[in-house]
């Protein structure tokens, strides 16, 4: 389906209140499969962990309202937008969500929690009804990080946060997907979503710690567009290619237009996602799986001085460098480079415990040694590729080059190992969660075609 002169807006609505799960390959079906679990792993392992989620959550509940969707792993019914935000944020809070191989973006958190809203909201919905819903949102969320990425002549920072800003067309997709909008309602709900969307980067740069639940805000706001619609508010206008609108405004309408329109419906982006084997940004993956490499044959006190070598995205995690090498809090520690490569020299792996406040994690003093050891440099001729040089005491030097770290696109974790990070997500989770609700989980998500109402996850997640 394309249509080259259409407004995009008006193309990705008519394909958006379309699509049917029938219409969606089996190499995508087994991609949203393994994109609800993965979002359910690390919302649940957020909800004591995240940063910014207690006071996310005691505002939310504080603010009151109609008991319309559920607070995945609390049991909490708050207004739909509201619920669709806290999920929104916890499933991003860790730095542990899915992550794209080409473009950027993480599509899980921004597509999950508003279709399981709107599904609650409408009084239940399939397992194909919510695996369709996620699926517009995340295919067009794709699509714009592609498009955006190969139209991009230099690295900058200076733009809007990639998952956040483009976060509020895919929540208000999927909702409206899943609300059963026909598609004059879908671009109204993606005009006011562009209402809304914001996305600085600054707070992510800097570390504070409300980066941890940027895509919250996604979530609240493409819910809200939906909801405004649903009650008759129109706001259907040039969404992405109007004078004032998404790509002029904030991407001096440098953009790939073919890439958002070419093959839709027959060619899907959203399987380029990968899902993360470590509780970090995705940059530090190459860095960690080289580091992990090296550690299994070396003893991490002989380190006496390391290099890495990466891409230019690079420098934004590894400065500011007091930070990067000496992180003190987890929504610093997700995000630094430096430390992550030092912890997996120091013991060969990252685990979410690592990146804790603790003795043994963000002050385990082999680590902090090395983090303060490692220089950092960029060649853009690696691409997404990273390098580690090790020198030991002894004067050796010892190397270790990944391409595609585990969890990559092109190295996908196996479903024991995706299992396994459910599991070990749902630890963290309070209310405690039986082994038995647990393994039921897994079973559902992972024939989740066959499910005929979703909302049995809420029970399941809610804990004793």
């Avoid at 004067?395 to 024991?416: A, C, F, W, Y």
Wanted: glycine share 10%; hydrophobic share 40%.
């Amino acid at each position: 389906m394309t249509n080259g002169s259409q407004d995009l807006a008006e193309t990705w609505s008519e394909y958006a209140s379309h699509v049917t799960y029938n219409d969606l390959p089996d190499d995508v079906r087994q991609t949203l499969r393994w994109l609800v679990l993965d979002t359910l792993s690390t919302t649940l392992a957020a909800n004591t962990l995240g940063v910014g989620v207690p006071e996310m959550l005691s505002w939310a509940r504080a603010s009151g309202g109609a008991p319309e969707a559920t607070v995945l792993g609390f049991g909490d019914r708050l207004p739909a937008a509201v619920a669709a935000m806290v999920n929104g944020g916890m499933a991003h809070a860790l730095n542990f969500d899915d992550t794209t191989a080409v473009g950027s973006g993480h599509l899980g958190p921004v597509t999950f929690p508003s279709a399981f809203a709107a599904a609650e909201l409408r009084g239940g919905a399939t397992g194909k009804e919510l695996m369709t819903s996620i699926a517009v949102g995340a295919e067009l969320m794709s699509r714009i990080g592609v498009a955006l990425t190969k139209a991009q002549t230099t690295y900058t920072e200076a733009k809007p946060q990639p998952t956040q800003m483009p976060g509020f067309f895919a929540s208000a997709v999927s909702a409206s997907h899943m609300l059963q909008f026909n598609a004059h309602q879908t671009h109204s709900a993606l005009g006011l979503a562009f209402m809304q969307a914001s996305g600085g980067r600054q707070p992510v740069l800097d570390g504070r710690p409300a980066k941890a639940i940027y895509a919250a805000f996604s979530n609240q706001g493409g819910m809200q567009a939906v909801l405004l619609t649903r009650y008759g508010l129109l706001g259907d206008c040039n969404v992405f290619e109007g004078k004032a609108g998404f790509f002029p405004t904030y991407y001096g309408n440098a953009f790939d237009r073919p890439s958002l329109v070419d093959g839709l419906g027959d060619d899907f982006f959203l399987t380029n996602v990968g899902f993360k084997p470590w509780p970090t940004t995705g940059v530090a993956h190459v860095f960690i799986a080289a580091a992990a490499e090296l550690h299994r044959d070396l003893d991490p006190v002989e380190i006496r001085h390391v290099r890495i070598t990466g891409e230019p995205h690079l420098a934004s995690f590894c400065e500011p460098s007091q930070v990067r090498r000496n992180p003190q809090a987890p929504v610093e520690a997700e995000d630094s480079v430096l430390f992550a490569t030092a912890k997996a020299l120091a013991t060969g792996d990252v685990k979410i415990a690592d990146l804790q406040p603790t003795p043994s994690g963000l002050f385990d003093t082999q680590a902090v040694r090395i983090a303060n050891l490692i220089e950092w440099s960029v060649d853009e001729s690696l691409g997404r590729s990273g390098v580690v040089e090790v020198t030991l005491a002894s004067g050796e030097v010892r190397m270790s080059r990944v391409d595609h770290p585990p969890g990559h696109r092109d190295n996908q974790l196996t479903d024991d190992q995706r299992e396994q990070k459910f599991i070990a997500c749902a630890q963290y989770a309070k209310p405690k969660i039986s082994d038995g609700s647990l393994r039921e989980v897994i079973d559902l998500v992972e024939h989740l075609q066959d499910v005929a109402d979703v909302r049995i996850l809420s029970r399941l997640l809610a804990g004793s």
